[in-house]
């Protein structure tokens, strides 16, 4: 546990190491929501989600971080932007998203790692093929992960989706073309 890092005092039973600045930020970005619903209206992944993104937004004014970090939404956030475009408070929810990934993946639990690596290693792989390159994915994720029995877990379902002709074992015809992209949103994102 840093300095900046201490046990949370929470409504519930919960008592989780997080970030305590982190999460002020995180706050702070949504503290102007006025509960109207126009973000989980205007996400193309809510139906998936287990909280919605304004449900979200409320738990976290109200301090309920375990929950808030338990859900699986912010995961799901595909960065599309439609809800910071469409939040009639202007608020940076699509930036939150992404706050919450970074103190999920930091607060020590073997899921959120889980996740996180997944996360990283499919953006990864998006950026450097133009597309999801499924076998490489699975590859790395699995290195990562460091765990050898982890591909026995999916082997079922690979096979299931090589039988169907889902999974492309050749290379992508779209290798690097997302890169300029990916450059520009890093220069957008480290302005002030
Ligand atoms: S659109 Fe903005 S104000 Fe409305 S619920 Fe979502 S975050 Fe809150
Ligand atoms: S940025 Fe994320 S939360 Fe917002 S609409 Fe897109 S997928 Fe949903």
Not at 11 to 23: F, G, M, Q
Not at 65 to 90: I, N
Not at 174 to 186: D, H, M, S, T
């Amino acid at each position: 546990m840093n300095e900046r890092t201490e046990a949370v005092s929470l409504p519930a039973a919960a008592t989780i190491a997080v970030d305590i600045t982190a999460l002020a930020e995180i706050q702070d970005m949504v503290r102007a929501c006025m509960q109207c619903g126009t973000c989980s209206a205007s996400c193309p992944n809510a139906p998936a989600m287990d909280r919605t993104p304004r449900s979200l937004w409320r738990m976290l004014l109200l301090g309920l971080v375990d929950e808030v970090l338990e859900s699986r939404t912010f995961w799901l956030c595909s960065a599309c932007y439609s809800c910071t475009l469409r939040c009639p408070r202007g608020l940076p929810l699509t930036e939150a998203m992404a706050a919450l990934k970074r103190l999920a993946a930091t607060d020590g639990r073997a899921a959120d790692r889980k996740r996180g690596l997944f996360y990283e290693d499919f953006i990864r792989n998006v950026e450097k093929n133009g597309r999801v390159r499924e076998t490489e994915l699975m590859l790395h994720y699995f290195l990562d992960m460091r765990d050898p029995l982890l591909p026995l877990d999916y082997t079922p379902l690979g096979l299931k989706l090589l039988r169907k002709g889902k999974l492309r074992l050749g290379g992508s015809g779209q290798r690097g073309r997302l890169g300029p992209l990916f450059a520009k949103v890093r220069e957008m994102e480290a302005r002030p």
